[in-house]
Nanobody
Framework: EVQLVESGGGLVQPGGSLRLSCTASEASELPFDEHYVGWFRQAPGKEREWVSFIRGTDGTPYLADSVKGRFAISRDTAKNTVYLQMNRLQPGDTAIYFC???????????????????????WGQGTQVTVSS
């Protein structure tokens, strides 16, 4: 069973930076260039929140308003890896961050930009990000 694997979480002071990475355990079974690959986060007691995704066909990035100007999503197609660069981190960014993937096409129809967790079929186990002094 193919899985997504996240790395890069940790403890950082307010204003600091972290870079998260997401890759697939079996790249041939989950080629990122055929999927939306996204990041969600979930803080204690809160619902899972969409943060960002990148469209596999052309690398177009999408970011939630709450992180625009601070976070950036990118990819390395040769490594089948997606990155989430997080700058100017704030205590409110503290959460478990999950990588997820959704197929771009539903049959022959392109899927609308997926921002709901229910639209994603593949998930990683999550990586903890804690922003605290």
């Amino acid at each position: 069973e193919v899985q997504l694997v996240e790395s890069g979480g940790g403890l950082v002071q307010p204003g600091g930076s972290l870079r998260l990475s997401c890759t697939a355990s079996e790249a041939s079974e989950l080629p990122f260039d055929e999927h939306y690959v996204g990041w969600f986060r979930q803080a204690p007691g809160k619902e899972r929140e969409w943060v960002s995704f990148i469209r596999g066909t052309d690398g177009t990035p999408y970011l939630a308003d709450s992180v625009k100007g601070r976070f950036a999503i990118s990819r390395d197609t040769a490594k089948n890896t997606v990155y989430l660069q997080m700058n100017r981190l704030q205590p409110g960014d503290t959460a478990i961050y999950f990588c997820a993937a959704a197929e771009i096409f539903l049959g022959y129809t392109p899927r609308p930009a997926p921002t709901s967790p229910s639209e994603y079929l593949y998930w990683g186990q999550g990586t903890q990000v804690t922003v605290s002094s």
